[in-house]
């Protein structure tokens, strides 16, 4: 009898600290939040049925908690764009030029959704999607699948793996098609560059 209750107590004491180390999603908030600066290579691809093989592009990202996201694009052509809280703007001889159509409707919606992923924003995430997390804080996967009709019409799920950083996002479109963005190498700034920070003001 000792020993049965000897071992209860240490099963008892063994599932305590399991669930007192367990990771949740307001652990993965705000281990994404942590970095005012978080920047990188990316590599994307869009699978399309159509296609044999997927569309790749490639380029750097530079994502700034108080400013927004740089996204700029090196192959297959040059093409920077920004993202922030008025829109999409995107580079060209003059300068940046706000994208048409993108600060309301579903284009705010995509860039809403967009940096709710990004920066592991559960509150964000949760009115629009079932949340679904697995791991610990160096190896995590968060599962995305639609709560709306217009969404369910859009996405079937989308799958975030990461650790410190946002690693990899998987998103399977209804109609069949998917998108992959790896990014690989991340790494945190406590502030923006020179250069940086002028794109963030024009």
């Known amino acids: ?36 600066v978080v920047k990188g290579p990316f590599i994307q691809e869009k699978h399309l049925r159509a296609l044999p093989q997927p569309l790749v592009s490639k380029g750097q990202f ?3 908690r108080d400013h ?5 694009l090196h192959t297959p052509l040059k093409q920077d764009y920004r993202l922030d809280a008025q829109g999409i703007a995107r580079r060209d001889a003059g300068g940046w030029q706000m994208l048409p159509g993108n600060s309301a409707g579903a284009g705010a919606e995509q860039n ?3 940096f709710a992923v990004l920066q592991g924003d559960s509150s964000g995430l949760q009115r629009d999607f079932e949340l679904s997390l697995q791991g610990d804080a160096q190896h995590w996967q ?44 991340s790494s945190s700034a406590s502030h923006l560059s020179d250069t940086e920070r002028r794109d963030f003001a024009k």
């Open 68 to 72: 927004g996201l740089l996204w700029l």
């Open 112 to 114: 809403r959704l967009f």
């Open 142 to 185: 968060l599962r995305l699948t639609p709560r709306s009709l217009l969404l369910k019409q859009v996405f079937q799920q989308i799958d975030i793996d990461g650790g410190r950083f946002v690693e990899r996002i998987q998103m399977l479109e209804t109609q069949g098609d998917s998108t992959v963005l790896r990014m690989p190498s």
């Open 62 to 64: 530079v994502l700034a």
């Open 1 to 36: 009898m000792k020993t049965l209750l000897r071992n209860l107590l240490c099963a008892a004491l063994m599932l305590t600290h399991t669930l007192a180390q367990a990771f949740g999603l307001d652990d993965l908030s705000t281990q994404l939040a942590e970095s005012a």
